[in-house]
């Protein structure tokens, strides 16, 4: 199996960018996703394939990959995206989930 | 739209088995996977396994082999996860999620890519273990 790392905790602004990673020996081989989730609510994914954003996801959600860590970027942090986000990968075997990190919108 | 819907909240004995069904409505059901994912309280997610409904395949997690078992009835677009041997660590809330998959071939990389990802979640269905 295989493991990927978030940082526990992220903290913004509103209005400012929100960076939260994710970090996994398999990611230069596997796409990543994203998913966010709201206390007492089930999760969302807000990007997938590293990059692609479903529909109803607003456009201030985005995605990329550099080697071994792939990146979450909220612009224009709003207090509505306070929630824990999630870093999700897969091979055919099954798939993993990062441990997440809690966004704070101060 | 596809939903997803859940079973009720479950209060099991320590050693009994639970088993959780997820109805889908307002889609295809067999043409998707759907996993089981658990959130202990206060923890992170936690894949448990996948079904195939219209091969009737499943795999499992690791942690979860021969405890777990993924089953689906077409004839009723539902999937059921069933996990014996119940323990208080086991308490946590069970999540179905229909999940899209497969192969695709990069051009850049002229390698395959696999990918899995879950698009479609129920709401959840709160097991408590306890004597």
């Known amino acids: 199996s295989y493991e990927l790392t978030q940082p526990p905790s992220v903290s913004v602004s509103p209005g400012q960018t929100a960076r939260i990673t994710c970090s996994g020996d398999?990611?230069?081989?596997?796409?990543a996703y994203w998913y966010q989730q709201k206390p007492g609510q089930a999760p969302v994914l807000v990007i997938y394939?590293?990059?692609e954003r479903p529909s109803g996801i607003p456009e201030r959600f985005s995605g990329s990959s550099s080697g071994t860590t792939v990146t979450l970027t909220i612009s224009g942090v709003q207090a509505e995206d306070e929630a824990d986000y999630y870093c999700?990968?897969?091979?055919?075997?099954?798939?993993?989930f990062g441990g997440g990190t809690k966004l704070t919108v101060l | 739209q596809v939903q997803l819907v859940q079973s009720g909240a479950e209060v099991k004995k320590p050693g009994s088995s639970v088993k959780v069904s997820c109805k889908a409505s307002?889609?295809?059901?067999?043409?998707?996977?759907i996993s089981w994912v658990r959130q202990a309280p206060g923890q992170g997610l936690e894949w448990m396994g996948r079904?195939?409904?219209?091969?009737?395949?499943?795999n499992y997690a690791q942690k979860f082999q021969g405890r777990v078992t993924i089953t689906a009835d077409k004839s009723t677009s539902t999937a059921y996860m069933e996990l014996s041997s119940l323990r208080s660590e086991d308490t946590a809330v069970y999540y179905c999620?229909?999940?899209?998959?497969?192969?695709?071939?990069?051009?850049?990389?002229?390698?395959?890519?696999?990918?899995?990802?879950?698009?479609?979640w129920g709401k959840g269905t709160t097991v408590t273990v306890s004597s």
């Open positions: 307002g889609g295809t059901f067999s043409s998707y996977a």
């Open positions: 394939k590293d990059s």
């Open positions: 999700q990968s897969a091979d055919s075997s099954g798939l993993v």
């Open positions: 999620a229909r999940a899209v998959g497969g192969v695709e071939w990069i051009v850049a990389t002229e390698t395959y890519y696999y990918y899995y990802y879950m698009d479609v």
């Open positions: 398999a990611l230069p081989k596997q796409y």
């Open positions: 079904i195939i409904p219209i091969l009737g395949i499943a």
